[in-house]
C-alpha cells in the first residue's frame, strides 16, 4: 500500500466515523446537527479524491461517463426501482395508519425543502439529492467498500443514511418511515454499485424524491 492510500483509507475511516458521530445527534429529533453530515461526506469525498490522487475515469462522480454509465447492465430499471418504491410507501403507509402517514412525511419534507413554493422546491430537491449522494454513495458506501465486503458497506451506510432521517412524530410511523428510507438507500447503493458513478444514483434519487413529493400530495 502507498503512503497516498494509507492517507485516503485513515481519511475514510475518519470520515465515516464523524458522519456517524453527527447522524447519532438524531437521538434528538429535533436536532439539526445531524444534517452536517452530508457536509461533512461531501467534504471528505473531494479530499480522499485528492490525497489518492484518483483518475477521473476512475472517480466516483463523474459527467462525462453518464450515457456510458446508464448502458450499463440493469443499472437503467435500478435506477427506475427507487421511484415504485417511493410509491409503494406512501400508499402502504396511508392505509396503515391513514393522513397520519402522509402529514409526517411532509411534515419531515417541509423542515427542509419550500413545498409551498414550487421553482425553489425543484432547486432544493436537486441540490439535497445531490449532496447526499456524494456523501453516502461517492464517499461512505464508495470509498469503504473498497476497504470491506461491498453488503456491509450497503448496510452500515443505509443504516447511518436512514437514521439521519428520523423526525418527530408516533414511534411505529417514525420505523416505518425510516424503514422506506433504509430500502430505498439499499437500492441507491446498488445503483452506484452497478454504475460506479454517484451522478446516476442522484438521478435516481431526485426523480423518486420528486414523485413521491407529488405523490403524497395527491394522496393526502
Known amino acids: 500500500m502507498t503512503e497516498n492510500s494509507k492517507k485516503s483509507t485513515a481519511l475514510t475511516l475518519t470520515g465515516v466515523i464523524v458522519m456517524i458521530l453527527l447522524t447519532a445527534t438524531k437521538v434528538v429529533p429535533s436536532s439539526n446537527i445531524a ?6 461526506g461531501i467534504a471528505f469525498f473531494f479530499i480522499a479524491e485528492a490525497i489518492a490522487k484518483t483518475p477521473r475515469a ?6 462525462n461517463t453518464i450515457p456510458a454509465d446508464l448502458k450499463k447492465p440493469n443499472v437503467i430499471i435500478w435506477a427506475l426501482l427507487p421511484v415504485v418504491s417511493g410509491i409503494a ?5 396511508k ?4 393522513g397520519e402517514y402522509i402529514s ?26 445531490f449532496g447526499e449522494e456524494i456523501a453516502y454513495r461517492g464517499f461512505f458506501f464508495g470509498k469503504t467498500s473498497k476497504m470491506f465486503p461491498v453488503w456491509l458497506c450497503a448496510l452500515v451506510s443505509s443504516l447511518v443514511f436512514a437514521a439521519g432521517h428520523i423526525a418527530e412524530g408516533s414511534i411505529t410511523i417514525v420505523l416505518f418511515d425510516v424503514a422506506s428510507v433504509f430500502i430505498d438507500s439499499l437500492i ?4 452506484y454499485y452497478k454504475s460506479g458513478n454517484c451522478v446516476i444514483s442522484t438521478f435516481s434519487h431526485i426523480l423518486a424524491n420528486a ?7 395527491i394522496i393526502s
Do not use: C
Not at 58 to 63: A, I, K, Q
Not at 95 to 98: A, T, W
Not at 119 to 129: K, N, T, W
Open 104 to 129: 409526517h412525511l411532509l411534515g419531515r419534507s417541509g423542515d427542509i425543502l419550500s413545498l409551498d413554493k414550487t421553482a425553489l422546491l425543484i432547486i432544493q430537491v436537486i441540490i439535497a439529492a
Open 35 to 40: 444534517g452536517f453530515s452530508v457536509l461533512a
Open 188 to 191: 441507491y447503493s446498488v445503483i
Open 211 to 217: 414523485i413521491s413529493i407529488i405523490a403524497a400530495f
Open 95 to 98: 392505509l396503515i395508519f391513514g
Open 58 to 63: 476512475e472517480s466516483g462522480l463523474r459527467f
Open 89 to 93: 410507501a406512501i400508499i402502504s403507509g
